[in-house]
């Protein structure tokens, strides 16, 4: 009964198959600099040996090994997180002082009801990616956020690659707002996104904004866009230098309520 929330030290479990764990309220773990919460099998160190993420706990857990590598084993219902940290929801996996360098591999699974209400930056799934995510699906994602929010990640530097989001729910935030990605200085790449996005500046169907080295290729968007300034169907804003930054993608114009995109 009642919180966990963990803020430095170790919590092992070294057979979580036996050993049943779950909270009545809110979950939180510190960033892998401050202590570990390991209820994992596998060893995290290679794509061949990853952690296995089987519950929510797991997945939030993340945080506290910002740069293993983990595998999803089955498709997971995030609703329980809603009301995690007085209301604002799951906590971000990395963030800008301490991005996830690692590597998900969703195996093709499916994260179902993110519920996220922030009024910080850099929300979303993950908050500050580095590494690599593929292979997942977000389905009827809510995110409320300041600058650079997305459903999936807040930011990407890494490289997220057969990822999507669908389901009429919404994203939101102030500026840099994308329906998967909120900003984008990295690779995404297969990807899509059918969510409603909402922002003030650079708001995008699928990234808000690309910018420095980052490239989008093979992806579409439509879900409805609306913003103030530099909106997009796909893209809202887009200063990045690499040669062709956005290739082999589109959005829906009548569904996005857009006509252009960056």
């Known amino acids: 009964a009642?919180?966990?929330?963990?803020?430095?030290?170790?919590?092992?479990?070294?057979?979580?198959?036996?050993?049943a764990f779950s909270v009545a309220?809110?979950?939180?773990?510190?960033?892998?600099?401050?202590?570990?919460f390991n209820r994992y099998t596998g060893s995290g160190v290679n794509a061949s040996d990853?952690?296995?993420?089987?519950?929510?706990y797991d997945l939030q857990a993340m945080n506290s090994d910002l740069d293993s590598h983990f595998k999803l084993n089955n498709s997971l219902d995030l609703s329980a997180a809603a009301s995690w940290n007085g209301g604002e929801g799951f906590n971000p996996i990395g963030t800008q002082g301490n991005p996830f360098t690692g590597h998900?591999?969703?195996?093709?699974?499916?994260?179902?009801?993110?519920?996220?209400h922030r009024n910080g930056n850099y929300s979303g799934l993950f908050g500050y990616v580095s590494g690599n995510v593929d292979t997942?699906?977000?389905e009827d994602a809510t995110v409320y956020g300041g600058s650079y929010t997305g459903a999936l990640a807040g930011f990407n530097a890494g490289t997220l690659t057969n990822?999507?989001?669908?389901?009429?729910?919404?994203?939101s935030g102030v500026s840099?707002?994308?329906?998967?990605?909120?900003?984008?200085?990295?690779?995404?790449?297969?990807?899509?996104s059918s969510a409603r996005v909402m922002g003030t500046d650079s708001v995008g169907g699928?990234?808000?904004t690309n910018s420095g080295a980052g490239t989008i290729d093979k992806t579409y968007a439509m879900g409805y866009v609306n913003g103030t300034s530099h909106t997009g169907g796909l893209v809202g804003a887009n200063t990045s230098t690499a040669p062709s930054s956005v290739s082999n993608s589109f959005w829906d114009k009548k569904m996005t309520g857009q006509e252009t995109s960056a």
């Open 2 to 19: 009642g919180n966990y929330a963990q803020t430095g030290g170790t919590f092992s479990d070294p057979n979580p198959l036996s050993h």
């Open 25 to 36: 309220g809110s979950f939180s773990v510190p960033y892998s600099t401050s202590g570990v």
């Open 50 to 56: 990853p952690y296995i993420i089987r519950s929510i």
């Open 104 to 116: 998900l591999h969703g195996n093709g699974q499916v994260l179902k009801n993110l519920n996220m």
């Open 136 to 138: 997942l699906g977000l």
């Open 163 to 171: 990822v999507y989001t669908t389901g009429s729910h919404t994203v």
């Open 176 to 192: 840099f707002v994308g329906g998967l990605v909120g900003g984008n200085t990295g690779s995404i790449a297969n990807a899509y």
């Open 206 to 208: 699928l990234v808000g």
